[in-house]
Nanobody
Framework: QVQLVESGGKLVQAGGSLRLSCAAS????????VAWFRQVPGKEREFVAT????????YYRDSVKGRFTISRDNAKNTVFLQMNSLKPEDTAVYYC???????????????????WGQGTQVTVSS
């Protein structure tokens, strides 16, 4: 089983950009579909985007479509989340998650992912 470590979160002004990284340990990273979730205090963790094992298929929640792009580099065992045109409502702790056994990338529930990172804080000021 892989271990995931997120990085790249910081304070940014509204309209700005950030790129988050999710680095995985282990040789089987390419066997995992990977997703980004986010969570604010007092609310449930919510799905943001997911990418298939080869990187050719992606899926996004509606509120980030056209602003966020998920990608992966399996040679470097890393998944990225490029976030543009950031809004204050994007403020959250962002987590990456891995699903090894699923046969679809369209999983949006936390229970469908078995491997999680520790999270990275993104704060967007108005």
């Amino acid at each position: 089983q892989v271990q995931l470590v997120e990085s790249g979160g910081k304070l940014v002004q509204a309209g700005g950009s950030l790129r988050l990284s999710c680095a995985a340990s282990g040789r089987t990273f390419s066997n995992y579909n990977v997703a980004w979730f986010r969570q604010v205090p007092g609310k449930e963790r919510e799905f943001v985007a997911t990418i298939g094992r080869s990187g050719s298929t992606t899926y996004y929640r509606d509120s980030v479509k056209g602003r966020f792009t998920i990608s992966r580099d399996n040679a470097k065992n890393t998944v990225f989340l490029q976030m543009n045109s950031l809004k204050p409502e994007d403020t959250a702790v962002y987590y990456c998650a891995g699903d090894r056994d699923g046969n679809t990338i369209y999983y949006t529930r936390t229970s469908e992912y078995e491997t999680w990172g520790q999270g990275t804080q993104v704060t967007v000021s108005s």
